[in-house]
């Protein structure tokens, strides 16, 4: 018998409902009813029964109760990209916009957010024979997200969960869908950063946000807007208003005062682009200067910043990055006499903004690196070109702040891995503002995986992928270092560089690298200030006989940090300029400024950068002082493997890359058979290298598998 509550009025008015097919016989249905009737008695009875028409079968799936506890399961993805460190974490979240909603609306007391993570090489049920067969090489991450709360809510818990915010609302206080279905505004179109994972559309700084919540480190509140939202806010010009009060709507809940607080826009893209996207700082909150920003770091996505490059990264012609709103922190003061202050009294709260990785990235020392600046905004050190003082400064600065960046190193390295890390210093509060995965340098790199198989965190067939990323980003660019006990002179230095030693002519004009390029001449590529940084920087990635040399930056600075990871020798912020000599032919010389005094030369001079001690040397054309640096093919025992995998794929595809006819599924089962009984004879033996060809052997057959 079900058990219904209402009084005579209520009863009255259903009654007369009845007739529009309302089914009182749906235990779920009168369930929500009797809750709902409370906390609204006008409920719209043929509208709720409607809603719950459309998720009536959902709710037939039970939930799980655990001591008490109705545990609802919202959400789970399968990746294979590793995004934390650990082979399980779980983080509960008390509060995010649907929670709150679910609290104040609902009163569904002690509901909570729990999202957990799974890192495993083991193969679960369903996963296809190719995974199975290759568990070594591929794992696969399990999210699981689910929404707990006392047992006496399960009915209305699952509700809720199951039409989504926007629905609910309508249902409860008559507010309009308007033209987009919102589904569930936690989730689907604007979800609270760092507080809900989202649904398959996570961006890479969302992801950082994601794991500074759970290590518990502070940074500044904000809200993510999804790919279809962003999209929709551009195109719908008609309801712009409506966009513009919704988004303020959900800043004041999360605590934003909008009326008096500055944001930032930022771009959210899947994967980690330093200095590609636009971010808006520091802005009003008007709904025609939030409008203007969305657009600016939207219309980044088609940016030809990248147009030297081909849409190798994810970036293709239709849009598909989320949007970051956050309260904006500013690591300036509003006084203009602060640093003047600042030095008479130290003891005042201090204003900066400082970038560091838990590794160094050019060696993989286990040390806090990076750089800070007082009184200054992080865009001035990251991509404005200012010099900044190291980040072990710090302790001398402000105890109390580097005390915590050392906290956070050794938690977000203990959840991540090696990260690189942005924050701000306001008024004295620490918050960090960004945290990706750190971008190492190929040796760096080498000598982490290294490290990893020592500790037996990894074996050396979980490391064939990674090996086999490195050589593929570095392509045909050779890494050299200067031959020990080479007596020339250096004539300057820095103490900022990226690893490595290139020997080439000194080049500023975009016009003369063009044809330096045209004739395969090594190229030392000269950023004498933010304008050649936009013509040179992308010749230098597209080129690879290249070295670079900055007049400007850090060795935390985006030049650093993309030049580190390609393998480009470099020196940031070396002491020269480029003037004007009407003597020479270009009308142009380049001064650099050394210990022991100047050197002149003109574009086309030869030159050695040495970023592994920050020298710089001029040289003559026939100096022999380099040698290769084996260290990314020692890793894999001297395999050149992008040209082994090249030579081994050759028999099996056709001219465009598909696999022949001739060829089934059935075959390479069989080769993956015979190909695991070699390794498998090898691997214990002496002979380190066989096993090791044999082993990728297995691993190119696990690609031709996944092609079926």
Same mark, same amino acid.
Request: one cysteine or more; aromatic letters at 10%.
């Given at each position: 018998?079900?058990?219904?509550?209402?009084?005579?009025?209520?009863?009255?008015?259903?009654?007369?409902?009845?007739?529009?097919?309302?089914?009182?016989?749906?235990?779920?249905?009168?369930?929500?009813?009797?809750?709902?009737?409370?906390?609204?008695?006008?409920?719209?009875?043929?509208?709720?029964?409607?809603?719950?028409?459309?998720?009536?079968?959902?709710?037939?799936?039970?939930?799980?109760?655990?001591?008490?506890?109705?545990?609802?399961?919202?959400?789970?993805?399968?990746?294979?990209?590793?995004?934390?460190?650990?082979?399980?974490?779980?983080?509960?979240?008390?509060?995010?916009?649907?929670?709150?909603?679910?609290?104040?609306?609902?009163?569904?007391?002690?509901?909570?957010?729990?999202?957990?993570?799974?890192?495993?090489?083991?193969?679960?049920?369903?996963?296809?024979?190719?995974?199975?067969?290759?568990?070594?090489?591929?794992?696969?991450?399990?999210?699981?997200?689910?929404?707990?709360?006392?047992?006496?809510?399960?009915?209305?818990?699952?509700?809720?969960?199951?039409?989504?915010?926007?629905?609910?609302?309508?249902?409860?206080?008559?507010?309009?869908?308007?033209?987009?279905?919102?589904?569930?505004?936690?989730?689907?179109?604007?979800?609270?950063?760092?507080?809900?994972?989202?649904?398959?559309?996570?961006?890479?700084?969302?992801?950082?946000?994601?794991?500074?919540?759970?290590?518990?480190?502070?940074?500044?509140?904000?809200?993510?807007? +999804?790919?279809? &939202?962003?999209?929709?806010?551009? #195109?719908?010009? $008609?309801?712009? /208003? @409506?966009?513009?009060?919704? %988004?303020?709507?959900?800043?004041?809940?999360?605590?934003?005062?909008?009326?008096?607080?500055?944001?930032?826009?930022?771009?959210?893209?899947?994967?980690?682009?330093?200095?590609?996207?636009?971010?808006?700082?520091?802005?009003?909150?008007?709904?025609?200067?939030?409008?203007?920003?969305?657009?600016?770091?939207?219309?980044?996505?088609?940016?030809?910043?990248?147009?030297?490059?081909?849409?190798?990264?994810?970036?293709?012609?239709?849009?598909?990055?989320?949007?970051?709103?956050?309260?904006?922190?500013?690591?300036?003061?509003?006084?203009?006499?602060?640093?003047?202050?600042?030095?008479?009294?130290?003891?005042?709260?201090?204003?900066? +903004?400082?970038? &560091?990785?838990?590794?160094?990235? #050019?060696?993989? $020392?286990?040390? /806090? @690196?990076?750089?800070?600046? %007082?009184?200054?905004?992080?865009?001035?050190?990251?991509?404005?070109?200012?010099?900044?003082?190291?980040?072990?400064?710090?302790?001398?600065?402000?105890?109390?702040?580097?005390?915590?960046?050392?906290?956070?190193?050794?938690?977000?390295?203990?959840?991540?891995?090696?990260?690189?890390?942005?924050?701000?210093?306001?008024?004295?509060?620490?918050?960090?503002?960004?945290?990706?995965?750190?971008?190492?340098?190929?040796?760096?790199?080498?000598?982490?995986?290294?490290?990893?198989?020592?500790?037996?965190?990894?074996?050396?067939?979980?490391?064939?992928?990674?090996?086999?990323?490195?050589?593929?980003?570095?392509?045909?660019?050779?890494?050299?270092?200067?031959?020990?006990?080479?007596?020339?002179?250096?004539?300057?230095?820095?103490?900022?560089?990226?690893?490595?030693?290139?020997?080439?002519?000194?080049?500023?004009?975009?016009?003369?690298?063009?044809?330096?390029?045209?004739?395969?001449?090594?190229?030392?590529?000269?950023?004498?200030?933010?304008?050649?940084?936009?013509?040179?920087?992308?010749?230098?990635?597209?080129?690879?006989?290249?070295?670079?040399?900055?007049?400007?930056?850090?060795?935390?600075?985006?030049?650093?940090?993309?030049?580190?990871?390609?393998?480009?020798?470099?020196?940031?912020?070396?002491?020269?300029?480029?003037?004007?000599?009407?003597?020479?032919?270009?009308?142009?010389?380049?001064?650099?400024?050394?210990?022991?005094?100047?050197?002149?030369?003109?574009?086309?001079?030869?030159?050695?950068?040495?970023?592994?001690?920050?020298?710089?040397?001029?040289?003559?054309?026939?100096?022999?002082?380099?040698?290769?640096?084996?260290?990314?093919?020692?890793?894999?025992?001297?395999?050149?493997?992008?040209?082994?995998?090249?030579?081994?794929?050759?028999?099996?595809?056709?001219?465009?890359?598909?696999?022949?006819?001739?060829?089934?599924?059935?075959?390479?089962?069989?080769?993956?058979?015979?190909?695991?009984?070699?390794?498998?004879?090898?691997?214990?033996?002496?002979?380190?290298?066989?096993?090791?060809?044999?082993?990728?052997?297995?691993?190119?057959?696990?690609?031709?598998?996944?092609?079926?």
């Amino acid at each position: 018998m079900i058990s219904l509550q209402f009084n005579m009025k209520d009863l009255t008015r259903i009654t007369r409902e009845k007739a529009n097919g309302i089914d009182f016989n749906d235990s779920h249905f009168v369930a929500i009813l009797n809750y709902l009737i409370i906390i609204k008695p006008n409920v719209d009875v043929c509208a709720l029964f409607n809603l719950y028409q459309t998720i009536a079968e959902k709710m037939t799936h039970r939930s799980t109760p655990s001591d008490g506890i109705v545990v609802v399961r919202d959400d789970v993805i399968e990746g294979h990209d590793r995004d934390y460190y650990g082979e399980y974490y779980e983080h509960i979240i008390n509060d995010n916009l649907f929670i709150n909603f679910l609290k104040d609306v609902f009163k569904i007391q002690n509901v909570h957010y729990r999202m957990t993570a799974d890192y495993s090489y083991e193969i679960g049920p369903g996963h296809l024979g190719y995974q199975a067969m290759n568990e070594d090489h591929y794992y696969t991450q399990y999210y699981k997200d689910y929404y707990e709360a006392p047992k006496e809510f399960d009915t209305i818990l699952r509700f809720c969960l199951y039409v989504g915010e926007q629905n609910l609302r309508e249902l409860m206080f008559d507010e309009p869908m308007n033209t987009i279905d919102y589904k569930n505004v936690g989730r689907s179109s604007i979800r609270h950063l760092g507080k809900d994972r989202g649904e398959n559309e996570v961006g890479n700084k969302e992801k950082g946000f994601l794991l500074l919540e759970r290590t518990g480190l502070p940074y500044p509140a904000g809200i993510v807007l +999804s790919t279809e &939202f962003v999209n929709s806010i551009i #195109s719908d010009t $008609d309801n712009l /208003l @409506f966009y513009m009060e919704t %988004i303020f709507k959900i800043l004041s809940r999360i605590g934003i005062n909008v009326d008096d607080e500055k944001l930032a826009v930022r771009s959210n893209p899947r994967t980690s682009f330093p200095g590609k996207f636009s971010t808006e700082i520091n802005m009003i909150n008007r709904a025609d200067n939030l409008l203007g920003a969305l657009r600016v770091v939207r219309d980044s996505w088609y940016s030809q910043k990248d147009a030297e490059n081909p849409k190798i990264h994810g970036i293709g012609d239709d849009y598909d990055m989320p949007i970051i709103i956050q309260l904006f922190k500013s690591g300036c003061s509003d006084d203009p006499n602060y640093l003047d202050k600042l030095e008479k009294n130290p003891t005042i709260p201090l204003y900066a +903004s400082g970038a &560091f990785s838990t590794r160094n990235p #050019s060696t993989n $020392d286990d040390v /806090l @690196f990076g750089k800070f600046a %007082i009184n200054s905004e992080g865009a001035e050190l990251m991509t404005q070109g200012k010099k900044g003082r190291d980040i072990t400064d710090l302790a001398d600065v402000s105890p109390k702040i580097y005390a915590q960046l050392i906290d956070a190193k050794r938690k977000i390295e203990i959840d991540a891995g090696p990260q690189e890390v942005e924050f701000v210093v306001n008024n004295g509060q620490l918050y960090f503002v960004q945290t990706r995965n750190i971008n190492f340098s190929p040796q760096a790199e080498i000598a982490y995986i290294q490290e990893l198989i020592a500790s037996n965190r990894i074996s050396e067939t979980n490391a064939i992928p990674m090996i086999e990323a490195i050589q593929k980003r570095l392509m045909n660019r050779k890494n050299y270092r200067l031959i020990e006990n080479t007596s020339i002179k250096p004539i300057s230095k820095t103490t900022d560089s990226t690893p490595g030693a290139f020997q080439g002519h000194l080049i500023w004009k975009e016009e003369q690298a063009r044809k330096y390029m045209a004739d395969g001449k090594p190229i030392i590529f000269v950023l004498s200030n933010l304008n050649a940084r936009d013509s040179l920087l992308p010749l230098a990635f597209k080129y690879p006989r290249s070295g670079l040399i900055t007049s400007y930056g850090n060795n935390s600075s985006h030049e650093a940090v993309l030049t580190r990871l390609a393998g480009i020798a470099s020196l940031i912020n070396i002491n020269f300029q480029i003037e004007r000599d009407v003597s020479i032919i270009n009308n142009e010389v380049m001064r650099i400024n050394g210990d022991s005094g100047m050197t002149f030369v003109d574009q086309g001079h030869m030159a050695i950068v040495d970023g592994d001690n920050g020298l710089l040397y001029e040289s003559s054309e026939y100096e022999n002082v380099l040698e290769e640096n084996g260290i990314v093919l020692d890793a894999s025992y001297g395999v050149d493997i992008i040209e082994m995998r090249q030579r081994f794929l050759l028999p099996y595809l056709d001219v465009d890359g598909k696999m022949n006819e001739q060829f089934t599924i059935e075959h390479f089962e069989q080769l993956h058979r015979l190909a695991t009984e070699k390794f498998n004879s090898l691997v214990n033996g002496t002979d380190k290298k066989a096993a090791f060809i044999a082993n990728l052997e297995i691993h190119f057959l696990h690609d031709l598998i996944k092609t079926f």
